[in-house]
């Protein structure tokens, strides 16, 4: 069977910098990948803090990024962010300083535009409280404080 050759330390430097250049990269990520290119523990340290050094890993800038692309593309709510980015091992203050970044305003405006466009999808189902409830599960599981949730849903 084929075994795959161990990368030198500069070998698996050089191919993490292209890693971490074409994406922004948490840490965590950073740090698989270096392992997967067979480096030990000590090299794998030594390696991510010169990609930090080199300004190839940021993780505040991770962060932001992250939670923005999340927020717009996906419509992500805070919550849900807060909980990826906490599974990526990223730092408080970087999950506080990225959801900061997100526009209030903005915020609130998806968020009602999603309860309305589910709403209207879940129009054939039987009951008012029923389609309520529905409602507020698709928002909470989207990410959405449930007192945001509260304030965007129809009362009748």
Known sequence: MWKKQALSPEQAL???????????????EAQEKLYSFGLRKPQVEAALATL????????????IQYAGGHFRLKQW????????????????????KALAAIDEEEYGRTLARLAEQKWEK??????????R??????LLQRG?????IAAVLPTK
């Not at 910098?17 to 948490?26: F, G, I, N, V």
């Not at 930090?52 to 890993?57: K, M, R, S, T």
């Open 14 to 28: 050089q191919k993490a910098r292209h890693y971490c250049s074409y994406q922004e990269r948490c840490h965590s």
């Open 52 to 63: 930090i050094e080199e300004g190839y890993l940021n993780e505040e800038r991770f962060a």
């Open 77 to 96: 709510g805070k919550v849900r962010i807060r909980y990826q980015l906490k599974q990526k091992h990223v730092s408080d203050y970087c999950i506080k």
């Open 144 to 148: 959405y404080e449930a007192d945001r």
């Open 122 to 131: 879940l129009s054939g189902a039987a009951d008012f409280a029923v389609r």
């Open 133 to 138: 409830r529905q409602l507020q599960e698709y």
